[in-house]
């Protein structure tokens, strides 16, 4: 499967949980994402913080599941304040982290670190059993070229 094309299911996915807000933060290893969400109203970021908590605010106040796209590496770590609010809160919020793909980790490759399972009890990463009373995690590995259709 293409990059494109598995950013293609996983936005469809995100859609059937009732996403309509995005809030992303562009980097290099998620430009799949982004290109999928091309001509879909987004909100940019440049900080994954900020994206977070935007993104949870609207979901507290539309009390509906919303996204936040992030690339790899630290800027995942970026989210885990909000998604420990969206837990103890009861917000669905949906957190999207772009990935290397799984033989880079533990090499010293910049970006990646250890992304799976990174906020621990404070997000579900299975959309079949979230229960959107928290946050859900959802990580894709993409392989180079990141753009490949």
Avoid at 27 to 44: C, D, I
Avoid at 112 to 136: C, H, M, N
Wanted: glycine residues 6%; aromatic residues 8%.
């Amino acid at each position: 499967m293409t990059n494109i094309s598995a950013a293609r299911a996983l936005v469809a996915t995100i859609r059937e949980l009732g996403v309509r807000d995005f809030c992303v933060c562009a980097g290099s290893r998620n430009s799949p994402l982004l290109a999928v969400l091309a001509g879909t109203p987004v909100y940019s970021f440049v900080d994954e913080r900020s994206a977070a908590f935007f993104a949870l605010g609207r979901a507290k106040r539309d009390e509906l599941p919303v996204a936040v796209v992030t690339t790899s590496g630290t800027a995942v770590a970026e989210l885990l304040p909000a998604a420990i609010e969206a837990h103890y809160s009861g917000v669905p919020l949906v957190l999207v982290t772009a990935d290397r793909p799984a033989r880079f980790r533990g090499t010293g490759a910049p970006q990646s670190i250890e992304q799976l399972g990174i906020f621990g009890v404070y997000a579900a990463s299975d959309p079949a059993t979230w229960d959107r009373k928290r946050a859900l995690h959802l990580n894709i590995e993409f392989e180079e070229p990141l753009i490949d259709e």
